[in-house]
Every structure is written in C-alpha cells, then in structure tokens.
C-alpha cells in the first residue's frame, strides 16, 4: 500500500480515535457559547462596545480547549493513566468547565448584580 493510500485514511482514523473524547469537547463548546452570549449580554447591560474582534475570539479558544482535551485523551491512552476511576480528559474538561462557569458567573454579576451561585444559595434560604 502506497503512502497516498495510507493518507487517505488519516482524517477517518482521528476520527475514530479520537470519537470518545465527543462528549467532553461537546460540553467544552457549549460553556464557551454560553460565556460568550452571557458575556455580550452583560457588555449590553453596562453599555459596553461589543466588537467582532472580541466575538472572533471564541474560535482560537475552543481550537485551544479543543486540542488540549484531544491532548490529554492521548495521553491517558499512551500512558493508560486514569485519575481517581476519571479519565484524564474528564479531569481536564472539567477543569476548562470550572474556568468558563466562573466566567458565566462574573458574567451574570455584570449584567443583574447577582451571580448565578450567588441566585442558587438564595433560593435553597427560601424554601
């Protein structure tokens, strides 16, 4: 089998070693969404400029998080290494989530003066 051939192949052999890792990327993506429309929802609160270069942003970001999941799914297959029974990507998808929900969170202090932990421990002292 020539090189050519073998390339060909490439792109559906990442693919597949790489599917397991779908889950966190996925959730990875949809916190950097919801930081992002909170944070321009805030930028509107408080009068702020929203620029497209601001809002380009977002794609150099989840290219990063991206790689480093896809980073560590490598390394917890090379290494067969696991944290505690989580996968090593498990743990570094969860650390970029806790990043990105204290970003919701300064987000929503931004834009109605409360922070969605801030709203939560408010309506357990209610009921």
């Known amino acids: 089998m020539k090189l050519t051939e073998k390339l060909i192949h490439l792109p559906e052999l990442l693919l597949i070693?790489?599917?397991?890792?779908?889950?966190?990327?996925f959730v990875v993506a949809m916190a950097v969404l919801c930081d992002t429309a909170t944070g321009i929802?805030?930028?509107r609160k408080?009068?702020?400029?929203?620029?497209?270069r601001r809002l380009a942003d977002i794609?150099?970001?989840l290219i990063v998080y991206?790689?480093?999941i896809l980073l560590a799914h490598t390394i917890e297959n090379v290494f067969k290494i696991d944290i505690g029974g989580l996968s090593v990507r498990s743990v570094v998808?969860?650390?970029?989530?806790?990043?990105?929900l204290m970003s919701i969170d300064e987000n929503?202090?931004?834009a109605t003066g409360k922070g969605v932990f801030?709203?939560?421990?408010?309506a357990i002292k209610r009921k």
């Open 66 to 68: 991206f790689l480093i």
């Open 93 to 100: 998808a969860l650390a970029i989530l806790g990043n990105e």
């Open 46 to 52: 408080v009068g702020e400029k929203i620029s497209s």
């Open 108 to 110: 929503l202090k931004k």
């Open 59 to 61: 794609f150099p970001k």
């Open 118 to 122: 801030q709203k939560v421990i408010e």
């Open 41 to 43: 929802w805030a930028a």
């Open 17 to 25: 070693y790489f599917a397991p890792a779908g889950g966190q990327l």
